[in-house]
């Protein structure tokens, strides 16, 4: 399973794509039509403001993602903007066996935390800017 393992940074590239281009394109309608999102958001049980915050956490982060740099950070944020969403506005709405009803929130949350979790990857800005200085610690040969 070396081959794999040599295509990690490539699989890595491919999850930060596909969730930043997914946060853009749910965060985007927030930000270009802020009326519509302002009424809505009270009714999620949110202050209406909290969608300025939710657009631009999801737009700038999911730019970030894509681009790969502060990533850890980025990802952090829009995980746990994803709980938030699950429960507070899905789960207590629909149920817990509502699966298909809360499954994009929690997907995207899962992703997200993936992301947070182990990092940008090797093709990212991250990596070299902030990783680079951060090398494996490499065991030391003793001599007899």
Known sequence: M?????????????????????????????ISDPARWLKAFPGFGF????????GLLEVFGGGLLILGLFTRGAAS?????????????KIPVVGIYAFGQYELPLLLGAMALAVATTGAGAISIDAFTFESGRKSPKKSKKKD
């Open 77 to 89: 944020l829009l995980a746990i903007e994803m709980g938030l969403v699950l429960g507070r506005t």
């Open 2 to 30: 070396q081959f794999l393992e040599k295509l990690k940074p490539l699989g890595l590239l491919a999850l930060r794509v596909a969730l930043g281009a997914s946060f853009l394109f749910h965060g985007y309608p927030k």
């Open 47 to 54: 202050p209406s403001y909290f969608a300025y915050v939710s």
